[in-house]
């Protein structure tokens, strides 16, 4: 077996922390997606181009201020927006076709 550099060993162990903390936070904001969704009737509230950008501008600013790649944070918003309207679009949708 190869022996891992216990600076690396420990160093990975911050990140698995930091793993627990950031899916606990994403499970969050995938509830108040879901929680959003409830008050939309429609595709266009569901995509709200206006709101996608107004977050993106704001997480771009934020990367900025701790010294992230703005790029690289607006892709990942982009790809987790574009994963959630999906989910809030399948929430609505079945809301809406399951009306008397
Ligand atoms: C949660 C909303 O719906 C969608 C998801 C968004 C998000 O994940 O931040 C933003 C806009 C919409 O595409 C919303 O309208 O606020």
Redesign the pocket.
Known sequence: MTTVDPRITDLRQRIDALDEQLVAVLAERVAV?RE?SRYKTDEAS???PD??EQ?VAKVRALADGHGLPADLVERLYRL??AE??AV?LACVEERVAGRP
Do not use: C, D, G, N
């Open positions: 997606v959003v569901v995509k709200a709101r996608v977050v987790l927006i959630l309207t809030e």
